[in-house]
T-cell receptor, first 114, second 116 residues
Framework: EAQVTQNPRYLITVTGKKLTVTCSQN?????MSWYRQDPGLGLRQIYY???????DKGDVPEGYKVSRKEKRNFPLILESPSPNQTSLYFC?????????????FGPGTRLTVT | AQKVTQAQTEISVVEKEDVTLDCVYE???????LFWYKQPPSGELVFLIR??????QNEISGRYSWNFQKSTSSFNFTITASQVVDSAVYFC?????????????FGAGTRLFVKA
């Protein structure tokens, strides 16, 4: 089954404790992105990757890191989480098909930083 | 600046009513892509439609239709004869092209309640 998986789905952590949210897709997509969803703000792009070893900032990259060492994986790293990073996080993958770039989303990771 | 505005925060309708969700975008790019996504109460995000900036054809898919007008920078979404299962948050999104890489901007979303 074609899918984007994220782990963990739920995470409660404390300020400053490094964490990684994994994202994996099995569709051989070139493009991958991380978003955070906050009430009233919609989804905001954190980072995206256009292929292996090619990453770039989205609109809200501060406090986050990413890497793309393999095509299927795109982990999101919070080296020193803070309470303002409490949010719902989505990973997505995409490819170019007939001039379109629709995204396929993972199930989301709800992160709480206390 | 790139921006997507969904001015309707919440809409409530009764089943079988028609409803239009508005989306207005701003971009300086000559080539760009527009999308609608649905987020039902279960939380997943589901792709509904995309439109390229060079293709202004409107589209109908069952009870769903989309009206893309470059002249007014709008990409509105209409649900005809709404059903309870249409209750969800709907997001409009704009993807840049060229030097914009894969930057994608989402609107704040419109929450649609369809009452039986």
């Amino acid at each position: 089954e074609a899918q984007v998986t994220q782990n963990p789905r739920y995470l409660i952590t404390v300020t400053g404790k490094k964490l990684t949210v994994t994202c994996s897709q099995n569709m051989n997509h070139e493009y991958m992105s991380w978003y955070r969803q906050d009430p009233g703000l919609g989804l905001r792009q954190i980072y995206y990757s256009m292929n292996v070893e090619v990453t770039d900032k989205g609109d809200v990259p501060e406090g986050y890191k990413v890497s793309r060492k393999e095509k299927r994986n795109f982990p999101l790293i919070l080296e020193s989480p803070s309470p303002n990073q409490t949010s719902l996080y989505f990973c997505a993958s995409s490819f170019e098909l007939a001039g379109g770039y629709e995204q396929y989303f993972g199930p989301g990771t709800r992160l709480t930083v206390t | 600046a790139q921006k997507v505005t969904q001015a309707q925060t919440e809409i409530s309708v009764v089943e079988k009513e028609d409803v239009t969700l508005d989306c207005v975008y701003e971009t300086r790019d000559t080539t760009y892509y527009l999308f609608w996504y649905k987020q039902p109460p279960s939380g997943e995000l589901v792709f509904l439609i995309r439109r390229n900036s060079f293709d202004e054809q409107n589209e109908i898919s069952g009870r769903y239709s989309w009206n893309f007008q470059k002249s007014t920078s709008s990409f509105n979404f209409t649900i005809t004869a709404s059903q309870v299962v249409d209750s969800a948050v709907y997001f409009c999104a704009l993807k840049r092209s060229g030097t914009g890489g894969f930057k994608t901007i989402f609107g704040a979303g419109t929450r649609l309640f369809v009452k039986a």
